[in-house]
């Protein structure tokens, strides 16, 4: 798999808008709640693999890191959803 279930899961929320770290930190966490809890030792370093594979940017507004998906991430991601079904 070219990505790992955090990184898709990261993958997912960025396919409905540019996000910050610690936004999608939360939105796992409520998603999750009682059953994980992903801490920022494990997202942050998800983000940055999916930035060096060219998945995901960054884009600084107001001093805030916002990450993106790229071209590259978009058919990875409709790729992985396909071998989900």
Request: net charge negative; no cysteine; hydrophobic share 35%.
């Amino acid at each position: 798999m070219p990505v790992s279930p955090l990184q898709m899961l990261l993958l997912i929320q960025l396919d409905q808008g540019p996000k910050y770290g610690y936004e999608m930190l939360k939105t796992l966490k409520e998603e999750f709640e009682g059953t994980w809890e992903p801490k920022t030792g494990t997202v942050y370093p998800a983000l940055k693999s999916l930035t060096k594979k060219g998945y995901i940017e960054t884009q600084t507004r107001e001093d805030t890191d916002y990450y993106l998906i790229t071209d590259e991430g978009l058919k990875i991601f409709e790729l992985m959803l396909k071998h989900l079904e």
